[in-house]
T-cell receptor, first 116, second 117 residues
Framework: GAGVSQSPSNKVTEKGKDVELRCDPI?????LYWYRQSLGQGLEFLIY????????KSGLPSDRFSAERTGGSVSTLTIQRTQQEDSAVYLC??????????????FGEGSRLTVL | AQSVTQLDSQVPVFEEAPVELRCNYS??????LFWYVQYPNQGLQLLLK??????LVKGINGFEAEFNKSQTSFHLRKPSVHISDTAEYFC???????????????FGKGTKLSVKP
């Protein structure tokens, strides 16, 4: 597709269950970011990939959160043993090699996670 | 560490009035600054960016922002707003590390602009 694609768009789960969120970036974009958007908290950085490696994962809030990227393309964010405070919209964005050169991230429409 | 502060969480304004959305950043290195906009029920999109050169940058939909290094600010302005400008606006910063690696893009908490008729 032409844009960043995220799935599922909506996910409702029970506390304690594991969830996987998928991001398919724009073809050719080597940089991929995950952010979390919570009410009143803006966009919270989670992790950044350059190719398949993650130079910065300092934003992952706990060891229940993990992410991987394969083939320099699709990325999966996994949340284990979900808690109610994990409820948020999870945004994925991609860019050409370096944001500082292109100045632009392209965002998906997000995956809204609700933990009951 | 970098950080971004958007001083106003909500800004109500009447149509055709001017508006300024404030953004201040902190960073110990050279920065690159951005404003993104999120219209209701839509994803984020780039409004404008400052990478280098002129400190006054113009973006889409008549918005502009001025990079002020001494005041560490990058305020967003529009001389006359429209109803369609109602959205949430996010300021963001990244830096160029000396070693050549790309910095993260750090966002502020957003400012909700509400334009009333």
């Amino acid at each position: 597709g032409a844009g960043v694609s995220q799935s599922p768009s909506n996910k409702v789960t029970e506390k304690g269950k594991d969830v996987e969120l998928r991001c398919d970036p724009i073809s050719g974009h080597t940089a991929l970011y995950w952010y979390r958007q919570s009410l009143g908290q803006g966009l919270e950085f989670l992790i950044y990939f350059q190719g398949n490696s993650a130079p910065d994962k300092s934003g992952l809030p706990s060891d229940r959160f993990s992410a991987e990227r394969t083939g320099g393309s699709v990325s999966t964010l996994t949340i284990q043993r979900t808690q109610q405070e994990d409820s948020a919209v999870y945004l994925c964005a991609s860019s050409l090699a370096r944001v500082i050169n292109t100045g632009e991230l392209f965002f998906g429409e997000g995956s809204r996670l609700t933990v009951l | 560490a970098q950080s971004v502060t958007q001083l106003d969480s909500q800004v109500p304004v009447f149509e055709e009035a001017p508006v300024e959305l404030r953004c201040n950043y902190s960073s110990s290195v050279s920065v690159y600054l951005f404003w993104y906009v999120q219209y209701p029920n839509q994803g984020l999109q780039l409004l404008l960016k400052y990478l280098s050169g002129s400190t006054l940058v113009k973006g889409i939909n008549g918005f502009e922002a001025e990079f002020n290094k001494s005041q560490t600010s990058f305020h967003l302005r529009k001389p006359s707003v429209h109803i369609s400008d109602t959205a949430e606006y996010f300021c963001a910063v990244t830096s160029f590390n000396y070693g050549g690696s790309q910095g993260n893009l750090i966002f502020g908490k957003g400012t909700k602009l509400s334009v009333k008729p």
